[in-house]
């Protein structure tokens, strides 16, 4: 799929009655991993990206280059839909247009911006956006897309940082009557209460559990939409990284670690290696090497193709 058809395709899976799981990848081995699954959609995080990239916490200091690299290498070389996520959009409405474009450009279906300022993943009390310049910033993001395919998912954390139920209803609906394509909630709670949640949002919902105690299909029954699987791939990668380095490091035994080593085969699995022996073939490198060639080197004139 090109970027067109993968953001088409994204909005067909929001409208679909199942509820979709958008995977989260933390790099470009991690993402062709979650594409060869089979999962339909892919999701790069703040936290991920800050945390495996430059080893910072998601409190404000990843940026829009911070996550724009990694955003534009998946949806190149993948061939599934990739929403990202864009922080505040940074700065204000006025400039908001960027981020839009920056990601548009980049390949991406869709971004979700946020209406924390201050104090996520902090002790400090959380300072959320005035709700008015929030639906701003959506209204900035909607007519700033060339593609109105590509997808703007308004997020807010009025329930996460505090608490405030009723709060996170009326801003998802207002920043759904701004023009955002779906309301995102970091949901804390029961099924029954997401379910209870989900009937008084105006439109679509995508989700993501602060302690995921619920399944995919619980999820489908409460009504949401999609769900956000941010931290799965970093966390397993983190914990098996870790196991592997203490222990080796406590036994000196790489025998003991067969189980997570030495499958090269498979690692390369995921590389384009197809495409290197095809053009190999193509263009008869391999000859010009065995004769002693510099394949680097332009050729002579006269000097057969």
Not at 67 to 80: Q, S, V
Not at 240 to 260: G, M, P, Q
Not at 272 to 278: I, L, M, N, S, V
Not at 281 to 299: E, H, L, S
Request: proline share 3%.
């Amino acid at each position: 799929m090109d970027m067109y058809e993968k953001r088409i395709r994204l909005r067909e899976l929001l409208a679909e009655t199942e509820c979709t799981p958008l995977m989260g990848a933390y790099d470009l081995l991690s993402a062709r991993l979650i594409e060869q699954t089979g999962f339909p959609v892919l999701y790069t995080g703040s936290l991920v990206t800050g945390a495996s990239a430059f080893g910072l916490p998601d409190v404000g200091l990843v940026q829009l280059h911070d996550l724009l690299g990694l955003a534009r290498e998946i949806a190149k070389e993948t061939n599934i839909p990739i929403v990202c996520d864009a922080d505040t959009g940074w700065y204000h409405a006025a400039n908001i247009w960027r981020t839009v474009h920056e990601f548009e450009a980049a390949g991406a279906s869709a971004i979700h911006i946020e209406d924390t300022v201050f104090g996520k993943h902090t002790t400090h009390k959380a300072v959320l956006l005035d709700r008015e310049e929030m639906c701003e910033r959506v209204r900035a993001c909607c007519d700033a897309r060339v593609d109105k395919n590509f997808m703007i998912v308004a997020r807010t954390d009025a329930l996460y940082l505090n608490d405030d139920m009723d709060d996170a209803v009326e801003r998802i609906n207002a920043y759904l009557a701004a023009g955002a394509d779906a309301g995102f909630i970091v949901f804390k709670g029961s099924i029954k209460a997401l379910k209870e949640f989900r009937a008084r949002i105006k439109g679509p919902l995508i989700t993501t559990s602060v302690d995921f105690q619920d399944s995919l299909a619980e999820e489908t029954e409460a009504g949401a939409n999609m769900s956000v699987y941010w931290p799965l791939s970093i966390f397993a990668a983190f914990k098996a990284v870790k196991h592997v380095c203490e222990s080796f490091w406590r036994d000196k035994d790489a025998t003991k670690l067969k189980e997570f080593c030495f499958d090269e085969g498979a690692l390369n699995g995921l590389m384009p290696y197809e495409k290197f022996y095809e053009n190999v073939k193509k263009y008869n490198v391999q000859d010009r090497f065995a004769k002693g060639g510099n394949a680097d080197a332009p050729a002579q004139p006269g000097a057969g193709a």
